[in-house]
């Protein structure tokens, strides 16, 4: 899919893109997030845009936190569990959420499913998903 | 009374052909302007040749509209360009399937009848644009590809390019030329990218996504253009 299903808000750089929350797996198996620009690749540690972002290389983007490919198979665009689980859920902006093949439980603006995890999980500890939208 | 009577209708008639003189005038002069007010203003006034059948209506969003009014090719540059067309003579709106792999393309024919392949999956564009690998989509033409067609149900504004890929390429390369020349041009930099946002000055395309829909996918007449050096990140119109 390429369109994130969550985003913290429009791409302060390019304009037109959308800062969607993305989850990697690194090869320990542990789980992190980042903001990436879903048009201009930008990438953001922290779910805050107004912090400077870094570009990747434009023709390898990779992670870097671990270096993994940006667009690899093992990260996808994070569902609403796992925008919880991050504790990134407080920075989703509702707005922009787009509907992919999941239930519409996954709109933020409706009531967040009862697996939702506790916000103050450790990132780490998010459960790797298998939803079969990386690139 | 009733010999008066051919002289009020002679009268009348009279005033028939003048009130169907000045119609005729004003018809005239609105089918002369048409075409002028539309490109200057950006309007979708209705003409009447069938080539206002063929017209974008402003009324009808883009992804609704038959083939037969899609937009045209955006310059007449892509009159150069083998692109493919619709029986109706309408440019396609969908990607062009020989980007799907560019690597076995074939390396002597320029890609869209404008890139020039230079290896490693990198492709020239006419006015010095580099397109490589890169992006979510795997490489910068699959991306710009995205920006061919609408996506109705994306959140915020989404560009689309009149005249699929040759049209969209044929635009950018215009976008970039007048961005080196400063003209109608902002510029910000920010690490090595340089985003430009470029004033054509006529329809490009249109704003589509959910909040193009929301606007009644309005006429762009501007691009903007992300690169890293001559190394195109992203461009889109809007």
Redesign the interface.
């Known amino acids: 899919m390429p369109t994130p299903r969550h985003s913290v808000g429009p791409c302060p750089s390019c304009g037109d893109g959308l800062g969607g929350i993305r989850i990697y797996t690194s090869p320990g198996g542990t789980t992190y997030p980042l903001v990436v620009c879903d048009e201009c690749d930008a990438v953001w540690t922290e779910p805050d845009l107004s912090r400077r972002p870094t570009f990747p290389d434009p023709e390898d983007a990779r992670s870097p936190i671990d270096g993994q490919p940006l667009w690899g198979a093992d990260s996808h665009w994070a569902d609403l569990a796992e925008c919880a689980a991050c504790g990134w859920l407080a920075q989703v902006d509702p707005t922009l959420h787009h509907h992919g093949p999941l239930p519409a439980d996954d709109d933020p603006l409706a009531t967040p499913p009862a697996d939702v995890p506790p916000a103050d999980v450790p990132a780490a500890d998010v459960p790797p998903a298998d939803h079969g939208d990386a690139s | 009374m009733t010999a008066e009577q051919p002289f009020p209708r002679a009268k009348r008639g009279g005033r028939k052909s003048i009130g169907g003189l000045a119609l005729a005038l004003l018809v005239a002069a609105y089918a002369v302007s048409q075409p002028q007010l539309n490109d200057r203003f950006g309007w979708q006034l209705p003409g009447f040749s069938s080539t206002a059948q063929t017209e974008p209506s402003s009324e009808r969003p883009p992804s609704e509209r038959p083939s037969s009014e899609r937009p045209p090719a955006v310059s007449p540059a892509t009159a150069d360009v083998p692109s493919r067309t619709t029986p109706s003579g309408a440019a396609p709106s969908s990607p062009e399937p020989a980007i799907a792999s560019p690597a076995t393309s074939n390396a002597t024919a320029p890609l869209y009848g404008l890139l020039t392949e230079e290896g490693n999956e990198r492709y020239r564009s006419p006015a010095g644009l580099l397109y490589?690998?890169?992006?979510?989509?795997?490489h910068?033409l699959k991306h710009l590809e995205?920006h061919v067609a609408d996506?109705p149900?994306?959140?915020?504004?989404?560009?689309v390019f009149d005249g699929g890929m040759p049209g969209a390429l044929v635009t950018v390369d215009a976008a970039y030329r007048q961005a080196l020349a400063g003209s109608k041009t902002t510029r910000k930099d920010?690490?090595?990218?340089t985003?430009y946002t470029i004033d054509l000055g006529k329809r490009v395309g249109y704003v589509g996504g959910s909040e193009g829909q929301r606007r009644r996918n309005p006429i762009a007449k501007r691009v903007?253009l992300?690169l890293?050096q001559d190394?195109v990140?992203?461009a889109?119109p809007?």
């Not at chain 2, 920010?190 to 990218?193: G, I, L, T, V």
Request: aromatic letters at 4%; a positive charge.
């Open positions: 490589t690998r890169g992006s979510q989509e795997g910068r995205r996506d149900d994306r959140p915020g504004p989404h560009g920010e690490d090595r990218r985003v903007r992300v890293e190394r990140i992203t889109y809007l």
